[in-house]
């Protein structure tokens, strides 16, 4: 079956430094997006991509989605405390299935 | 987006028993979805629910254990049924952004099994 990888699992950054995810589907998607989940909260939608090669940006966050459609980046530039959470890639499966990645963790130091 | 609230937010439950945990939407959506959120995991879709048809389930999950209902377009409930502390989850439901295939989350529900 699908499957949808990150990496890294853990992050651990000095607030101002840059953080980078990675997303990697073993199959090629119709689109991927992007959730946000602070600690004790739930997940929120960021982003959708849906192009090949689309790149996105909300502030100091670059989405990027690759090529062949099989892999997504999510890239913070300067982190700050705000960023804490994990960050889920997900993309369509079969049917009306979704597939999470199994999510980045960031910490940021203050 | 919509809003979604969950009830209950939390509960702690004795083995054996059943739970049933309630989603509302503030508006009127097609399909609604229940999640599982194991401690420290990502999201695993436990089924879809389809107004007036039977809640479609993913592997590993079957209705005798996770009984839905979907009375209307706005409401969706989950039953957590002869808990054991391998349920203890966060139980999240979401419904699709209208017009497009994200997904918008309740708050969860935090089950603790003794």
């Known amino acids: 079956g699908q499957q949808v990888m990150q990496i890294p699992q853990y992050q651990h950054v000095q607030e101002g430094e840059d953080f980078t995810t990675y997303c990697n589907s073993s199959t090629t998607l119709s689109n991927i997006q992007w959730y946000k989940q602070r600690p004790g909260g739930h997940p929120v939608f960021l982003i959708q991509l849906v192009k090949s090669g689309e790149v996105k940006k909300q502030k100091r966050l670059t989405f990027q989605f690759g090529e062949a459609k099989k892999n997504s980046s999510l890239h913070i530039t300067a982190t700050q405390t705000t960023d804490v959470g994990t960050y889920f890639c997900?993309?369509?499966?079969?049917?009306?299935?979704?597939?999470f990645g199994p999510g980045t963790r960031l910490s940021v130091l203050p | 987006s919509a809003v979604i609230s969950q009830k209950p937010s939390r509960d702690i439950c004795q083995r054996g028993t059943s739970l049933t945990i309630q989603c509302q939407v503030d508006s009127q959506v097609t399909m609604m979805f229940w999640y599982r959120q194991q401690p420290g995991q990502s999201l695993t879709l436990i089924a879809t629910a389809n107004q007036g048809s039977e809640a479609t389930y993913e592997s590993g999950f079957v209705i005798d254990k996770f009984p839905i209902s979907r009375p209307n377009l706005t409401f969706s409930t989950l039953t957590v049924s002869n808990m054991s502390p391998e349920d203890s989850s966060i139980y999240l439901c979401?419904?699709?952004?209208?017009?497009?295939?994200?997904?918008?989350f309740g708050p969860g529900t935090r089950l603790t099994v003794l």
């Open positions: 979401s419904v699709e952004g209208r017009g497009t295939d994200t997904q918008y």
């Open positions: 997900a993309g369509p499966g079969y049917g009306q299935n979704f597939v």
